[in-house]
């Protein structure tokens, strides 16, 4: 069975403190590996997609990496404003199945 | 650039009440899907639509039904609403010729009383 776990389920950091949010998965046949912000009240918004294993993918303070059972999206001196949830997805078939993420919290 | 419209914004319906969830796109994707979120559990994906006229069931598609109107437009129905239908619904939609990335709508947020 296709499945995504994301880890921890909350994070609270510092400004300035940096750390890494967790997705493993299992899946026949990875078709791409996705990456999501989502922010209270709003629809998911997309960060990165990631292929094949060994590739990285960088975006302000988000890098995100791929193994061939997990992706990490490394967070380096986050902002308060980078607190949201964070969503991991897996392409499955012909749709995303996603997990259930990670909440990250930043404070000044 | 709008995106993906989605309306109504907030429902609160009783008991066996319906309702048709309206979902919009002007990107000019083939594709489009309807997800719903609830706490703990994630986004679960009930209906999706690979191309206009096609429509397939999801993880979660039991006491739904959808339209794909056209190439722009996706309706999710709720035919007799049930509490176990509250959620956070959000419509979404792709180009899939270029990539699966999926593009939200900013969702709806229904209780069912």
């Known amino acids: 069975e296709d499945q995504v776990t994301q880890s921890p389920e909350a994070l609270r950091l510092q400004e300035g403190e940096s750390s890494s949010l967790n997705c493993s998965y299992t899946v026949s046949g990875l078709r791409g590996l996705f990456w999501y912000r989502q922010d209270p009240g709003k629809g998911p918004e997309f960060l990165f997609t990631?292929?094949?294993a060994g590739e990285e993918k960088e975006k302000e303070r988000l890098k995100a990496t791929l193994t061939k059972k997990e992706s990490f999206l490394h967070i380096t001196a986050p902002k308060p404003e980078d607190s949201a949830t964070y969503l991991c997805?897996?392409?499955?078939?012909?749709?995303?199945?996603f997990g259930k993420g990670t909440t990250l919290s930043v404070s000044s | 650039n709008a995106g993906v419209t989605q309306t109504p914004k907030f429902q609160v319906l009783k008991t066996g009440q319906s309702m048709t969830l309206q979902c919009a796109q002007d990107?000019?994707?083939?594709?489009m899907y309807w997800y719903r979120q609830d706490p703990g559990m994630g986004l679960r994906l009930i209906y999706y639509s690979a191309s206009e006229g096609t429509t397939d069931k999801g993880e979660v598609p039991n006491g739904y039904n959808v339209s794909r109107l056209n190439k722009r437009e996706f309706s999710l129905r709720l035919e007799s609403a049930a509490p176990s239908q509250t959620s956070v619904y959000f419509c979404a939609s792709s180009d899939r010729d270029r990539g699966e990335k999926l593009f939200f709508g900013s969702g709806t947020q229904l209780s069912v009383l």
């Open positions: 990107m000019n994707h083939n594709s």
């Open positions: 997805a897996v392409m499955a078939g012909t749709a995303l199945i």
């Open positions: 990631l292929y094949s």
